[in-house]
């Protein structure tokens, strides 16, 4: 199940936090570069944890042609194949993407659907409910391993991003439902930024208006 649990995008941050390791879901981003070319950027925390990834990236993927190394990140540059590798990316209910790493079984690289990757942890986590009730009293305790917080988060996605799954493959569209207050990148017009600086302006000037007239200074 820890590896399972590894596979979800939306509960990166619990897994590395109570397992103290890096889960295989990696942070990205589709970018363009100085001459208008796409290419793909990995913007995970903490890279190097991932031991040789560049190495690791062109074996997962064998589209990928390039991967330069700026800093502690990494860049992806497959020339013609991008799409096709941004096709293999995960949109996170929060809006943002990521690339998932494969479990590697037996020498081998298994990349799980992401329903099969849901269905798989729920049906584990019924098994350990009904057959191990001291198990999951001790999880769910959150007393010994911390893991009920990782849980947690896992029901909470899951339960909204099942249905979606569900909804894409019945109807073999992408359907994305993202909040507008979850989107990474938001730019705001300047009638937008404008308006915003009247309203302040205005709180500001209200505020000060009722603590002079508190004080009978007006």
């Avoid at 700026?70 to 096709?87: K, M, V």
């Amino acid at each position: 199940m820890k590896e399972s649990l590894s596979l979800v995008p939306e509960i990166k941050a619990e897994y590395e936090t109570v397992y103290n390791e890096k889960s295989r879901a990696l942070k990205i981003q589709k970018k363009i570069d100085s001459l208008g070319l796409p290419y793909i950027r990995v913007i995970d925390s903490e890279i190097d944890r991932y031991g040789n990834l560049s190495e690791d990236l062109k074996n997962f993927f064998p589209e990928i042609k390039y991967v330069q190394v700026i800093g502690n990140g990494l860049t992806l540059i497959p020339p013609s194949e991008i799409d096709r590798i941004y096709q293999c990316a995960t949109r996170a209910v929060s809006g943002e993407e990521y690339l998932v790493l494969p479990i590697i079984k037996n020498s081998k690289n298994i990349f799980l659907p992401e329903m099969s990757v849901h269905f798989l942890i729920m049906y584990l986590l019924g098994m350990i409910a009904r057959y191990h009730p001291e198990t999951w009293g001790n999880i769910i305790k959150g007393e010994e391993s911390g893991e009920i917080y990782i849980i947690k988060k896992f029901l909470d996605t899951t339960t909204r991003k099942f249905p979606n799954l569900i909804l894409n493959r019945l109807t073999n569209r992408n359907f994305v439902f993202v909040s507008p207050q979850l989107e990474t990148e938001k730019r705001l017009e300047y009638d937008q930024l404008e308006e915003i600086t009247e309203h302040v302006k205005r709180r500001i000037g209200e505020e000060l208006r009722m603590n002079l007239a508190s004080r009978g200074l007006l």
